[in-house]
T-cell receptor, first 119, second 114 residues
C-alpha cells in the first residue's frame, strides 16, 4: 500500500537550532517521486523540493537539506540554523499513479509535522 | 508565470445549504486540476481530479461534486452541506507530463459549517 508516515506531530526548537523532520514512505512502485511542502499559518502549500527514486544524492538549498535513503524508505528534511519564519506545518508526499491512460498522478500526503521555532 | 486563484478565502454556511467553491489557473494550458480537503489537524485528502474539460474523477465517496466547465476552471459543489464537510479546501494544478510534475496549490478556502 502507498503510505507516508510523519511520526513527529509537533516539534519545538529555539531559534538557530538545527532540526530534522522525518518522513518514511511505503510504495509498490519502483519509480516514484517524493516531495516536501511547507504550509505557513496563512494556509497555502509551498512546494520545496522534488526527488526521484533513482537519485539518492542529498540536496542542499541554503539552510535546507534533504537526505533520501532508499534502503530505509526515508526522505528526511533538515533545517539548519532555524528561524522564526520557518514555523509552519511541513508535509512530505509520495507520488501515486491514478491512471496509466492519462498519466495522472496524485500525492499521498503524510499528516504533517508542525514546527515551532521560538525566538 | 502561472498563478492559481481560489475563492472565497473563508466561508461560513449552515447545514443543508448549497456550496460552490471556485478555482482558476492562469498562465498555463491543459493543466491537471485537483481538489483536496484538509480536516483540522490532519493531512490532505484528494477529493477530485480532472485531466480535461468535463472529465472528473472522484477519489472518495462523499457529499460533494466537482465540475470543470472550462480548461482552467475547477468548481467544487454541494447541494446540501453536512457538518462533516467543514475543513480547509485546497485547489491545485500540475502540468501534464507525469508524476515528476509538482502540484501547485491555491491559498485555500476555510469552510465552517454551523
Amino acid at each position: 500500500a502507498q503510505k507516508v508516515t510523519q511520526a513527529q506531530t509537533e516539534i519545538s526548537v529555539v531559534e538557530k537550532e538545527d532540526v530534522t523532520l522525518d518522513c518514511v514512505y511505503e510504495t509498490r512502485d519502483t519509480t516514484y517521486y517524493l516531495f516536501w511542502y511547507k504550509q505557513p499559518p496563512s494556509g497555502e502549500l509551498v512546494f520545496l523540493i522534488r526527488r526521484n527514486s533513482f537519485d539518492e544524492q542529498n540536496e542542499i538549498s541554503g539552510r535546507y537539506s534533504w537526505n533520501f535513503q532508499k534502503s530505509t524508505s526515508s526522505f528526511n528534511f533538515t533545517i539548519t540554523a532555524s528561524q522564526v519564519v520557518d514555523s509552519a506545518v511541513y508535509f512530505c508526499a509520495l507520488s501515486d499513479q491514478l491512471s496509466t491512460t492519462s498519466g495522472t498522478y496524485k500525492y499521498i500526503f503524510g499528516t504533517g509535522t508542525r514546527l515551532k521555532v521560538l525566538a | 508565470s502561472q498563478t492559481i486563484h481560489q475563492w472565497p478565502a473563508t466561508l461560513v454556511q449552515p447545514v443543508g445549504s448549497p456550496l460552490s467553491l471556485e478555482c482558476t489557473v492562469e498562465g498555463t494550458s491543459n493543466p491537471n486540476l485537483y481538489w483536496y480537503r484538509q480536516a483540522a489537524g490532519r493531512g490532505l485528502q484528494l477529493l477530485f481530479y480532472s485531466v480535461g474539460i468535463g472529465q472528473i474523477s472522484s477519489e472518495v465517496p462523499q457529499n460533494l461534486s466537482a465540475s470543470r466547465p472550462q480548461d482552467r476552471q475547477f468548481i467544487l459543489s454541494s447541494k446540501k452541506l453536512l457538518l462533516s464537510d467543514s475543513g480547509f479546501y485546497l485547489c491545485a494544478w500540475s502540468s501534464r507530463g507525469g508524476f515528476n510534475q509538482p502540484q501547485h496549490f491555491g491559498d485555500g478556502t476555510r469552510l465552517s459549517i454551523l
